[in-house]
């Protein structure tokens, strides 16, 4: 730990541990004991060229951690340290988020996920990803008889509604993806297939092929993450 004090406008005084005073800078400060006032030439330690250049980040992390906060009601001091920690983890992974997607190639001109997107994707992969989904309470529905199934495999009606994707975490986890069949006909969310099917996912809430005559194992290269 170092100690430096530096007389600026007013005395300044510096505790760090990291950088140093030398090699010594220069900045530009206004002299007004002359007629007129210019600006002249100091020199300054070197630390403080660095505070000055990097003093904005706490007024950011602030700032962000104003927008979206957690809240929770809790007397316990430790818990409100806790979440408080968890924020500014998150906080901090989407400035690296927006720092790589910057310099990354953007060939789809995918759109640049949000703070508060972000977060929200956070939050869904980890409430879901690994947990096997609970029944429902309740009476389990019966079963489809063929002839059911195979009225409502040939009904026109398609449902064509936008399908918010889940990420590509809770995708391959390979936990608790169960099909399901629907009233209702949908587009199958794998890339590269156009299938009507009736077929859904309860755990990625998308329909999916599962059809050995059509050849459109769908809903077995779902866990590749190739959406459409």
Known sequence: MRVVRWSDNKVISLIYTYGSAYPMKTCQRWDRSSTPAKKVTVDCPGIVQVYNTNMGGVDKMDSCLGLYRMFFRGKKWYL???FHIIDMAVINAWLLYRRDFAACANPNKVKCLSLYEFKSSVANSLRIQT?????PP???ATSLSTAEARRLHNMNRIDTRNTVLPQPEVVTDMVGHFPDVRKTRGICALKGCKGAVVFYCIKCKVH???SNKRKLLCYISWGRFTFR
């Open 131 to 135: 947990n096997p989904l609970v029944r």
């Open 138 to 140: 309740g009476r389990p």
């Open 80 to 82: 409100r340290i806790f």
């Open 208 to 210: 999916l092929c599962i």
